[in-house]
């Protein structure tokens, strides 16, 4: 006789907005976990159920339980998540960052990705900061799984909440392998970047606008090196997701040939996203503060350069050794990223990054370290 389904329930809210962290970790640990574990009947929550199931191709559509009570978001906690968890009956509910109040016979799982809102406070307004730390704080602690997506935020997490390290349970994200590497495939994915966009030989970085995220050191460095003068094009690709008025105020005073070799993309779609990490020629990852730092892996299983930051989570990233550096130091990186546009790393160099970042960050894994928790 076959043993009784888990039954989970997947607050999913955050996959009705914008590609983010939260979204692909989502994406990336049920889609595994659908595949490999048939025996977790999973439902999601969500106030877009046709995103949700393009997201999730593979799910029956009575899985997606729609949010009737989306606005204000924190009202689903107290009307629509209640109900669905009593009416199924769930073992489990996840949740990320923030969970409701708990509710008999149903275990809550809650991920919580960072807290680098209490370690870089002038980043985050006093209102965030006060809001997070209390909601966080609660629903982490009173959660029955606790887990987040890093070492770094393992540590930090436990430091500051007082809790055991061996509490917190580590599901890293994972990247999704590159089948096509070859030298035909970069050079169809060049062609298509110069046709569509015009750009070719460039320097990328992808990652919405925060201050955190050190688009400036970037600018400011392209700039003083005056590799446009190189004809190296500087693009970035991510949403504005705060003001950042020291880097607008460097786009306002670029001159005329200055701009002709900076391209600010807001979104793209993933073709064309990884159409631009194939074809560029050099990856740059210079954010100051991460939870985790999904991009330059990406990058990397492209098999095409990369120079990282070494703060915080991405620490970590050893791999990428010795094209790291540290984001205060901007003499240090400036020196990185000259060397590294004038001796790119070889090919062998590169497979080998690929090739561990795939051992070590990679789905089925995380799938498999998640349902040990649910069942163990």
Known sequence: MNAKPIKLFVDAHSMDKEYQGTYTFLQGLYSALLENHPDVDVYFGTSDPGRLQRAFPQLQPQNVLAYKNAKPGLLRYVTDIPRYIKQYGFDFAHFQYIAPQRKPGCRYIVTLHDIIFNDYKHYFSFGYRTSRQYLFGRSIRNAGIKTTVSAYSQERIAEYYGLKYRDIHVLPNGVKPTTETTRQSREIARRRIKVRYG???????????????????????????????????????????AQVPALQSLIDNLTA???????????????????????????????????????????????????????????????????????????????KLQYMLNNPPDAAFLADVAHQIQQQYNWQQTAGTFYNLLTS
């Open 257 to 335: 040939e200055q701009k002709q070799y900076f391209h600010f993309i807001e979104q793209v779609d993933q073709s064309d996203l990884d159409a631009f990490y194939k074809a560029c020629r050099l990856f740059v990852y210079p954010s100051i503060v991460e939870g985790f730092g999904i991009p330059p892996l990406e990058a990397a299983m492209h098999h095409v350069p990369v120079l990282c930051s070494s703060a915080t989570a991405m620490q970590s990233f050893d791999f990428f050794e010795p094209y790291c550096f540290n984001p205060a130091n901007e003499v240090e990186f400036s020196v």
């Open 199 to 241: 750009i070719e030989n460039y320097i990328l970085y992808v990652s919405r606008v925060e201050a955190r995220k050190n688009h400036e050191l970037l600018l400011k460095t392209y700039l003083q090196l005056e590799l446009y003068k190189r004809q190296i094009p500087l693009v970035f690709i991510g949403k504005k997701s």
